[in-house]
């Protein structure tokens, strides 16, 4: 008897183990399969609905239309979270058929949609709607004409972009700063804490915002890598640095800017000092060579037909392009940028929806700057008319080049520091109370910028007056994309049979 039972508890204790590592859901990929062409269908639906009312918001930013974007969105959330919950019954972790076991880890995994809380869910997409309103319609106005104001696009932009009067710039880039910055630093630290409380929710269970946000580039050690590639091209932003800052003393006096300090931001001809195309002219090497800063080009040919601000609206089917762009050089390669996306979007629309997407976030941007790569070759500008002759020689070429690191290299420091902000925001080690500060330290110590009026650290909130702060829009995929963007360049520029230094291909 005391062997039978002895037997019989060893059975049991093994039927029990067995049942703990048991509930491996369904192990059969042919319905896995089925269940993925099932979501297919419904979810292009869901997604379409949602994309159509953020389009319809985004063209005509109305109470109605931000109520329809908030319910949509909490509709997608519902059927994403629905969606993993079915997916969750399968077994797929086991799955032999690596596309397969990919497709489940892609939808399974709900960030901020794994909120359990409507009321909070709710709360999140109001405070995006909240946020996104106040950035997209803040208005800067005159002192003496309060009735004379400047919107962000195209008025604003082309203040810093144009005027070379230090006081005018100081105007306009103080004054965005004030109209949207204080309105939404309340609303961000709430919408921090909302974020993170969703994604903790998640089946994954993420730390923080940052850490859901980073897993996306599928690499443990990305933050590690991000370094090494800036320190790598640090010197070169570094150079770049030093000799605009003695062109910006020539122009605005030594006075104004220190011979070995960090250079006041409003003097790059961007809201951001993000890219420095625009002031090209004053820190062109050899003045007196072909000018490859098309803008004056373009106005002439264009003007007439566009006064000022105009929607940019393209339509191939289903793909679309909102920008509203000025006549400039820098939007002229913004627009080829969007349309890089939409032919991306055009290579992979055959795929199952979960792969319509990049390889990871910086894919995006990078296949739209590799169209504007050859697009800005003088090659392609004078095949399209905006240049009259491309004068040979390597001054020529140093202008041209100039023109690119303007662009390239002055962007790194900025497309770096961004994310590490954020980063830091969302594991906490920033605090609401540090927000500017810790904003201005990253951009002095990466861009050697300083801001040209001192800052109220207790009430500025300098960071949300970018647009993807309050859009909620990560960035570490533009500093990626500077980087993959000329592998591909080179890549391409090889298989097309191009001989030569890469700054001349243009694989159009
Ligand atoms: C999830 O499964 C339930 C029960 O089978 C089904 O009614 C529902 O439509 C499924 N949801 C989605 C979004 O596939
Ligand atoms: C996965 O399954 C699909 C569909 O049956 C098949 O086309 C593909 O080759 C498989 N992939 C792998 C890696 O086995
Ligand atoms: C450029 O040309 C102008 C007159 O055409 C001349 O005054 C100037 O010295 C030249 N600059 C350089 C750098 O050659
Ligand atoms: C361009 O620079 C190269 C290398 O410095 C030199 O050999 C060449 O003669 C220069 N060409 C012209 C047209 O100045
Ligand atoms: C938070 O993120 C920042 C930026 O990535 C990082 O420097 C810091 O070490 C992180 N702190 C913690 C506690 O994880």
Not at 127 to 140: A, D, P, Q, R, W
Not at 347 to 372: C, I, M, S, T
Not at 443 to 454: D, E, S
């Amino acid at each position: 008897m005391a062997g039978r039972s002895f037997v019989f508890c060893l059975m049991l204790v093994v039927s029990l183990s067995a049942q703990n590592v048991a509930p491996r859901g369904i192990t059969d990929e042919q319905e896995a399969w089925d269940f993925i062409w099932d979501y297919n269908t419904k979810a292009e639906r869901v997604y379409y609905n949602k994309i159509m009312t953020e389009w319809n918001y985004e063209t005509d930013l109305t109470q109605e239309n931000s109520q329809k974007l908030v319910e949509a969105s909490l509709a997608e959330a519902r059927s994403d979270e629905e969606v993993a919950q079915n997916a969750s019954r399968f077994d797929w972790q086991n799955f032999n058929n690596a596309t397969l076991k990919r497709l489940f880890g892609k939808i399974t995994v709900l960030g901020t949609a794994a909120q359990q809380d409507r009321t909070k869910l709710k709360e999140l997409n109001n405070i995006l709607s909240e946020m996104s309103n106040i950035y997209s319609t803040g208005k800067v106005c005159e002192y003496d004409h309060q009735s004379s104001c400047m919107a962000l696009r195209p008025d604003l932009e082309d203040c810093l972009a144009s005027s070379r009067d230090y006081d005018r710039l100081r105007f306009c880039w103080e004054g965005w700063r004030d109209a949207v910055g204080r309105q939404l630093k309340d609303k961000y630290s709430r919408f921090v804490e909302l974020s993170n409380d969703a994604v903790s929710q998640d089946a994954q269970n993420w730390a923080d915002t940052g850490a859901y946000w980073r897993s996306w580039y599928e690499t443990a050690d990305f933050q590690e890598q991000l370094e090494n590639l800036y320190n790598q091209l640090q010197p070169l932003y570094n150079n770049l640095h030093a000799y605009v800052r003695k062109k910006l003393r020539e122009q605005y006096g030594q006075d104004k800017i220190s011979v070995t300090g960090p250079i006041p931001a409003h003097l790059l001809g961007n809201m951001w000092s993000q890219s420095w195309v625009n002031i090209y002219s004053l820190v062109e090497p050899y003045p007196n060579k072909t000018s490859l800063d098309v803008t004056a080009k373009m106005k002439a040919d264009y003007a007439f037909q566009i006064k000022s601000c105009s929607i940019m609206t393209t339509i191939m089917s289903e793909y679309r392009v909102k920008v509203c762009a000025n006549i400039n050089m820098e939007d002229l390669i913004t627009i080829h940028h969007e349309m890089g996306h939409i032919e991306y979007y055009l290579q992979y629309k055959h795929q199952p929806v979960p792969f319509r997407g990049g390889a990871n976030p910086g894919f995006h941007e990078a296949v739209g700057d590799l169209l504007a790569l050859s697009v800005s070759t003088p090659r392609h500008l004078q095949s399209i008319g905006l240049l009259d002759n491309v004068g040979g020689g390597n001054e020529s070429d140093i202008n041209f080049l100039m023109s690119m690191a303007l662009e390239k290299i002055a962007f790194l420091p900025f497309g770096y520091l961004m994310d590490q902000w954020r980063w830091a925001v969302f594991n906490g080690s920033t605090t609401p109370e540090t927000y500017n500060q810790e904003w201005w330290k990253l951009r002095t110590r990466y861009q050697g910028i300083v801001p040209p009026i001192p800052r109220n650290n207790a009430k500025d909130f300098d960071p949300g007056c970018k647009y993807h702060i309050p859009y909620n829009t990560p960035y570490i995929r533009y500093f990626v994309s500077f980087i993959i963007q000329f592998q591909f360049h080179k890549a391409l520029c090889d298989t097309s049979g191009h001989t030569g230094p890469l700054h001349k291909c243009d694989i159009s």
